[in-house]
């Protein structure tokens, strides 16, 4: 199968990125100037108590939209981009970054905080930037696919530039799918593709920009690195054939950054029910 190599949304320079973040924070403050127009005169219950409106009371799951993105710490921002956007073909919607401040510190690390004063410990030797204090920064890239999109953030030293390859924390070493807490992306292959083929390429695409960390898992057992290389073809995926999952084909995969992958098609039996699956609940939902 021929991989996507799509470059040309990709951001010619760091220039291009602090005016995309000058537009974004630009509008920002056009929204909030023109909230305090339409505002102001309002007495001040209005703006303090507001009614609830139909969709505020309606239960939890009526109140969202689905999943908008799933996000993926790294280590190096553009290894990551490139593999996500020129070797699986996303397409960038935004980048953004140089995060600091208290606000956003609170935002994201409050919990970590608390347990770090809880443990007596030094928040750094737990692996918790300093964006209150600008000690450390966060940078965020949004990479859109047909149905989800996917956001890499990184978290680096203030003197370290954007999209480099030193990040604030050190990697995980261990990310076995048992883990508790352990998560993965699960991409979905189109349906007239070869599945086999499709790990195979992936796998050569990836080594030959030097991602040697994008490996996939093997059907047949393996016991080392020139194994699994050398097993055949038909063990790059397990096809199921029988119970719920009939016509479920799948194999989980390692990504640049050493996150957890996973590949999947889904056809026969197992596609009608989740066809079906979506159905229904796109047709409960209509009826709320």
């Known amino acids: 199968m021929e991989l996507r190599d799509i470059t040309a949304g990709r951001s010619a320079d760091s220039d291009a990125a602090v005016e995309r973040r000058t537009v974004l924070r630009g509008a920002g403050a056009v929204a909030i100037a023109g909230l305090a127009t339409a505002t ?32 993926l710490t790294v280590q190096h921002m553009e290894r990551a981009y490139a593999f996500y956007t020129e070797v699986l073909g ?25 347990e770090a004063r809880d443990r007596n410990v030094n928040p750094r030797t737990m692996g918790i930037p300093d964006l209150r204090g600008g000690a450390q920064r966060l940078d965020v890239r949004f990479i859109q696919f047909d149905n989800v999109v996917i956001e890499l953030l990184q978290y680096r030293d203030a003197n370290q ?18 883990f508790p807490r352990m998560m993965h ?38 016991t080392s690195e020139a194994a699994r290389k ?21 194999i989980y995969c390692k990504g640049p950054e050493g996150e957890q992958l996973e590949f999947v098609q889904a056809l026969g039996p197992v596609k009608k029910v989740f066809d079906d699956a979506l159905e229904a609940r796109r047709k409960m939902m209509a009826s709320r």
């Open 40 to 71: 102001a005169g309002l007495p001040t219950s209005a703006l303090s108590a507001p009614a609830l409106s139909s969709a505020n009371s309606r239960s939890l799951g009526l109140r969202l939209q689905g999943v908008q993105h799933f996000g």
């Open 90 to 114: 996303g397409t960038e919607i935004m980048r953004d970054g140089d995060f600091q401040g208290e606000r956003i510190h609170n935002t994201l690390l409050t919990d970590q905080e608390i």
């Open 161 to 178: 530039p954007m999209g480099g390859p030193v990040s604030f924390a050190e990697a995980l070493d261990h990310m076995s799918p048992a």
């Open 185 to 222: 992306i699960c991409f979905h292959i189109r349906d007239d593709v070869d599945f086999n083929a499709f790990i195979r390429d992936l796998e050569a695409e990836s080594a030959r920009r030097g991602m040697d960390q994008v490996r996939a898992n093997r059907v047949v057992t393996v």
């Open 230 to 250: 050398a097993a055949p073809l038909d063990a790059n995926s397990n096809p199921i054939t029988e119970g719920k999952s009939n016509g479920w084909r799948l």
